[in-house]
C-alpha cells in the first residue's frame, strides 16, 4: 500500500520561505506523476504545482515565480520550496501521487502570518 508523508509546514512571517517535503512510501516513487495541492480558508482545493515522471513542471497562477516543485527519484520524494510566502498561501498542504488513481498524504499545515 502506497504511503504518503509530508513535512515541513509551519508558522512563517509573509515574506519568508518554507520547504515541504513529501516521500512515499510502498511503490516506486519513479512512475509517480507528483502534485502538491493546498486547500485555503474559504476556498475549494487548487493545484499548487505538479512534476511529471520526466521532471517537467506546472504551476498555479498565483505561486508562479515563488515556488518551486522538485523531485528526487533516488530518495524516493518530492520537495516544495515557498519563497515570499503571502498570507493568502496559509492552508492544509497535501501531497498527490498519480499513477492510474490518486493516492494522497495527510497534509501539513502553513501558516503565513502577516
Known amino acids: 500500500q502506497v504511503q504518503l508523508v509530508e513535512s515541513g509546514g509551519g508558522l512563517v512571517q509573509a515574506g519568508g520561505s518554507l520547504n515541504l517535503s513529501c516521500e512515499v512510501f510502498?511503490?516506486?516513487?519513479?512512475?509517480?506523476?507528483m502534485s502538491w495541492y493546498r486547500r485555503t480558508p474559504g476556498k475549494q482545493r487548487e493545484l499548487v504545482a505538479s512534476?511529471?515522471?520526466?521532471?517537467?513542471?506546472n504551476y498555479g497562477d498565483s505561486v508562479k515565480g515563488r515556488f518551486t516543485i522538485s523531485r528526487d527519484n533516488a530518495k524516493n520524494r518530492m520537495l516544495l520550496q515557498m519563497n515570499n510566502l503571502k498570507s493568502d498561501d496559509t492552508g492544509v498542504y497535501y501531497c498527490?501521487?498519480?499513477?492510474?488513481?490518486?493516492?494522497w498524504g495527510q497534509g501539513t499545515q502553513v501558516t503565513v502570518s502577516s
Open positions: 498527490n501521487a498519480f499513477f492510474g488513481y490518486d493516492n
Open positions: 510502498g511503490s516506486t516513487f519513479s512512475k509517480f506523476h
Open positions: 512534476i511529471t515522471t520526466g521532471g517537467s513542471t
